[in-house]
């Protein structure tokens, strides 16, 4: 309980960011292979998420029926919503008018509440987009995508749930695969020992009324001990409602083609140099240069054998990236580390943006991190690495939050993709924009990644 506390009063720990990441700092694409498919690959998927938050303007609407700029959009587009399929006939026989108030808050009532109960539904079960035959859900489309670059070996695909929608994931998922005996869906709960202490306003535990200390939830940092815990040699994450409409899925499917490619062959370069190492016939400088020039770790100290072990002997990750577009979320920069310099994707707020030279560089990032990794997870024996001991338990967040109206402080554990990756190899690769297509409202679906592409004849 004490090193929670700790890390309260400490308060958030700001990451000494050196400059945002530009080409230089890329690593180049020079042709794709599908070598990978000769490891066991697994794709993990975060998915415990209710879809409360996607439709937070639907119910902010039902409270003050306030016609936003939202809310017209919302119905203007109404029937271009895939799941309108499933409340067309009750809004028809009801004779809803979505011109009207009367209409749309029964609408907005039977979309979030009584009919579809989407509030309610984790962000995987809601029906995303339509085809001529059926209609589907970020579920199906991560199947579909997955189908077309993994090697689909036993748990091809790793869900993250909520316990409390177990019955559900297993109902639906065992509909889909019905006729696909060539995938297997493996899931996993966030584990309750990963929860984290919360306390109040002066840093003291939060207790319930009867007097019990709250733990809550420690955020996606927490995931590390499930990806920790999968079989695989190689594991491509992907967030839940990052998912595109078929008929644009091709840019992706490349693009993680292209990841994996090119973590494949450093992770060859990486481990011939450990081999080097142990047979004690290695070149220092060779090693060096490899360092700065492919991982961008610059040294400020000398290079020694022990040193170059430690830093090679890591495990690896390929991060996509896009040009930044004014989405939220982390991005790409070379970050002092004490002794060496390397590449880090960090969050907003773990910017000290009081800082004008600090803010400065992150006001100047061109590109965005849209959680599109490839990581290499084992040695050059062939055995997994603990990825819990790579992680940066110094890059928590700390958070407000309120419990039955009491304000308190959360912590989470370091994000997933940053603070728990931070002692890991890292590449930053440039990817399409059209492979990043999250939905975080709902009308987001209205954007064009999720709509059916028109080929021009």
Known sequence: ????????????????????????????????????????????????????????????????????????????????FAFYGDIKGLVESQGWDKDTLEGRLAIAECVVKSHLNYGSLPKALIKVHAYEDKMTTPIDEHIYEGEQYLNHGPGSLHFTIGEEHEDLFNQYVNQVLADKEHIDITYSFQKEETNTLAVDMDNEPFRLEDSEILYRPGGHGALLENLNDLDADIIFIKNIDNVCHKS???????????????????????????????????????????????LNIVLKTE???????ELLNRPLRVCGMVKNSGE????????????YVDLQICEKSEIDLEDEEKREIFESSQYFNPVDV????????????????????????ISEKTHEGRK???????????GSMHNWNTLFVEVPLTTFNPVKTVNDLLREGHREKVIAR
């Open 1 to 80: 309980m004490e090193k929670y506390i700790e890390k309260f009063r400490k308060g958030t720990q700001y990451v000494n960011i050196v400059s945002a990441v530009t080409k230089e700092e890329l690593t180049p694409v020079h042709e794709i292979s599908e070598d990978y498919l000769n490891q066991k690959a697994v794709k993990f998927i975060p998915a415990s998420g209710a879809a409360t938050r996607m439709f937070k303007d639907l119910y902010a609407f039902l409270e003050d029926q306030e016609d936003t700029e939202f809310i017209q959009q919302f119905f203007a587009n109404l029937e271009q």
């Open 248 to 294: 644009r899925v091709e840019d992706t499917i490349q693009s993680k083609k292209m990841l994996a490619s090119i973590g494949m062959e450093v992770k060859q370069q990486i481990d011939a140099y450990i081999l080097d190492i142990l047979a004690d016939d290695y070149d220092l400088e060779a090693i060096g240069a490899f360092l700065r020039d492919t």
């Open 303 to 309: 290079l020694t054998k022990k040193r170059a072990w």
């Open 328 to 339: 939220p979320g982390g991005g790409p920069f070379l970050v002092d580390n004490g002794d």
């Open 374 to 397: 490839v990581c290499f997870v084992k040695d050059h024996k062939g055995e997994k690495f603990n990825l819990l001991q790579y992680t940066n338990e110094d890059r928590y967040f």
């Open 408 to 418: 308190l402080k959360a912590l989470e554990h370091p994000g997933l993709w940053n």
